[in-house]
């Protein structure tokens, strides 16, 4: 059973269009969390969702929108994608804020 | 504000050796601190963390770190390096209080030389 699961795994796409990442959580945690991580491996909070409501909101352009229909799921839409935006997504979960994180194992985007 | 330092990008020792990763912190409150581990082409997964209870804590695998107040450090120790131990490392920091703001180092890369 995988705690915490991402999809696609990868995801290759040309520049312009639109697409979703899905996450979803099995352990009953209130907040997910939405992460990028660049070629450096550099981690940066993108959101941050505790039981459905915002809470985090980096300076992430508009079109990245998280959405959670329930604490157990957070997606992440992504409007007219660009070359910029070919990262690792990760989808992380916490009990509350502040505690450990549980982390996705990734999406790859690729935008060509 | 609160920030968290890798103080090596990269750091490698012979399988058999201890191993040291160092991290400093910055933090207006009292801060939770974490480290993980990230193998190539995986998440990340949680070592260990600190919350304000023993100052030295233990952690999977065999690694442990120390909670240093006086010198804002919170270093990464294994008395003995595993070829299965090479992968990235990062610190993290969380302050309490409110909806804690979680700042992640930027990594320390661990090879471990047969």
């Known amino acids: 059973d995988t705690a915490v699961s991402q999809t696609p795994k990868y995801l290759v796409t040309q520049m312009g269009n639109d697409k979703s990442i899905k996450c979803e959580q099995n352990?009953?945690?209130?907040?997910m969390y939405w992460y990028k991580q660049d070629s450096k491996k550099f981690l940066k909070i993108m959101f941050s969702y505790n039981n459905k409501e915002l809470i985090i909101n980096e300076t992430v352009p508009n079109r990245f929108s998280p959405k959670s229909p329930d604490k157990a799921h957070l997606n992440l839409h992504i409007n007219s994608l660009e070359l910029g935006d070919s990262a690792v997504y990760f989808c992380a979960s916490s009990l509350r804020p502040g505690y450990g994180y549980t982390f996705g194992s990734g999406t790859r985007l690729t935008v060509v | 504000a609160q920030s968290v330092t890798q103080l090596d990008s990269h750091v490698s020792v012979s399988e058999g050796t201890p191993v040291l990763l160092r991290c400093n912190y910055s933090s207006s409150y009292s801060p939770s601190l974490f480290w993980y581990v990230q193998h190539p082409n995986k998440g990340l997964q949680l070592l260990l963390k600190y919350t304000s209870a023993a100052t030295l804590v233990k952690g999977i695998n065999g690694f442990e770190a120390e909670f240093k107040k006086s010198e804002t450090s919170f270093h990464l120790t294994k008395p003995s390096a595993h070829m299965s131990d090479a992968a990235e490392y990062f610190c993290?920091?969380?302050?309490?209080?409110?909806?804690?703001?979680?700042?992640f180092g930027t990594g320390t890369k661990l090879q471990v030389i047969p």
């Open positions: 993290v920091v969380s302050e309490a209080g409110g909806y804690q703001k979680v700042t």
């Open positions: 352990l009953g945690h209130d907040t």
